[in-house]
């Protein structure tokens, strides 16, 4: 069978008609893989034994050039494979049990198909399963869940005044928000008048303990909630449906005692859904004390995804890191770019400096207000800000689709966060950049960095740069 007719085939198994694109990346991957194949061969054919200067040793050099150059393609060939695996293994959202009503909802919304996590959480939760899913930010998780709750609750009893019957508890007031608008995005399609609600710490608790009386779905920071049950503004009783959004992040941020405290307060009975980026040692001493049986999705971790996203450093001091930062922002023209610090008051100090150069910048930290952050994360998402700078403890909570780039002003301390730093760029298929500027005192942690992340890194100097003016 020629590679078109297998096109056409795979493509009429899953319903599409996509031959002619589906042939054309088969023969776009196959020519990649094989142009690989045999430069790898023909390098280690002539690099054995040769002397510097043989011809053999200028022959192996030639084709090493055209390894590296077919290497850069990399992240052409990345797509081509992931376009394919959607094209031939697509699955639509009606096959998955959603009613008509949420169907309708997901086309006017212009979802065409579910994602890999979708695809196997949606049915299981929609099957009253507990569910384990291990996937990044950005991989379509809220809406595998939110979906199939709300299906649920369609066939669900009224909730109680006071008695929300779905909690979902996240560790950040921006993942809450984010929560709430991918509900409040499905609500209207429903008959019947669920009520979703976001409590967070950070602004005034007295209009929260008004608007909680009728809600059904109740997403919480775990501080801000056990205020609300302290007040009995709240009743955890009648909880039929758990969710742990970001559960690795919760822990990590301290909120142990308080998720102990919270689940004493629950229902037995009940399902329990776990989403993490991770899967460490504290998430599964957590999941086996709290999931029965679960069905466990595992999507691809972000350093599958590194690939799509055009990473470079620059070795430079620190005083002119600030310099440095101003000329990339605008000699590259960028429009939209995420600069991370490593504290709240080195985001101040680099938002200032920003502002004194006329870059518009603001910075979305702890110790700024909910509607502080709120409006410069939506600024930001919108494309009104050209600079957003933030801390780790919001690294999760940014999720923009088509991020173009991100800047490390500073190292995180960990290796696993560099990841999701930089995972905030190079989505849904589009290529991103990752800049870090590393000062000489960061280098051996950088190197520490890319040897865990399995990538090397090409470092420029940053101290050859003219910076005069910036």
């Known amino acids: ?235 955890l009783s009648s909880i039929a449906t758990l969710v742990l959004d970001e559960a690795d992040k919760m822990l990590n941020l301290g909120f142990r005692e308080e998720l102990k405290r919270i689940l004493a307060l629950l229902p037995p009975q009940r399902q329990n859904l776990l989403f993490s980026a991770t899967l460490s040692e504290d998430v599964s001493l957590i999941q086996k004390g709290l999931l029965k049986n679960p069905q466990v999705v595992k999507i691809a971790a972000e350093t599958d995804e590194i690939d799509l996203i055009h990473q470079l450093a620059y070795l430079v001091s620190e005083e002119k890191k600030g310099p440095l930062l101003r000329y990339l922002i605008k000699q590259g023209n960028l429009k939209q770019v995420l600069v991370f610090a490593s504290s709240t008051l080195k985001a101040d100090g680099i938002v200032n400096k920003l502002l004194k150069n006329r870059i518009h910048a603001a910075a979305v930290h702890s110790k700024l207000s909910q509607e502080t952050r709120r409006f410069n994360l939506q600024e930001f998402k919108a494309g009104q800000l050209p600079v957003l700078v933030a801390t780790d403890l919001l690294a999760r909570g940014i999720d923009i689709e088509f991020l173009p780039c991100v800047i490390n002003y500073e190292l995180p301390r960990s290796p696993k966060d560099y990841i999701h730093r930089i995972g905030r760029t190079g989505r849904a298929e589009n290529p991103g950049e990752a800049i870090s500027l590393v000062s000489p005192a960061e280098m051996d942690h950088f190197q520490v960095i890319q040897k865990k992340m399995g990538k090397r890194v090409k470092i420029l100097s940053g101290d050859l740069i003219d910076l005069q003016g910036y």
């Not at 560790?171 to 008959?191: G, H, K, M, N, Y």
């Open 1 to 235: 069978m020629n590679q078109k007719a297998l096109g056409r085939m795979r493509a009429s198994e899953v319903g599409h008609t996509c031959s002619t694109e589906s042939y054309g990346l088969l023969k776009l991957w196959q020519d990649w893989n094989r142009t690989h194949e045999i430069l790898s061969l023909k390098w280690l054919a002539c690099r054995g034994g040769a002397r510097v200067g043989s011809p053999a040793t200028q022959q192996g050099l030639a084709i090493r050039d055209r390894l590296d150059q077919n290497a850069r393609t990399t992240k052409v060939a990345v797509f081509v494979n992931r376009r394919l695996i959607t094209l031939f293994h697509a699955m639509p959202f009606s096959s998955l049990g959603l009613s008509p009503a949420l169907l309708a909802a997901i086309e006017r919304e212009g979802y065409s198909e579910p994602t890999p996590i979708q695809q196997e959480a949606i049915p299981a939760v929609i099957g009253k399963k507990d569910v384990l899913g291990i996937a990044k930010t950005g991989s379509g998780k809220t809406a595998g869940y939110v979906l199939p709750i709300l299906h649920n609750l369609q066939q669900a009893p009224v909730s109680q005044y006071r008695e929300p019957t779905v909690l979902v508890l996240v560790p950040t007031r921006e993942l809450a928000d984010q929560v709430q608008q991918v509900f409040q995005t499905f609500l209207p399609a429903l008959s019947e008048r669920l009520v979703c609600l976001a409590v967070v710490g950070g602004v005034s608790i007295n209009p929260q303990m008004q608007a909680i009386g009728k809600v059904n779905i109740l997403v919480a920071t775990p501080g801000r909630l056990l205020e609300l049950v302290e007040k009995n503004a709240v009743r």
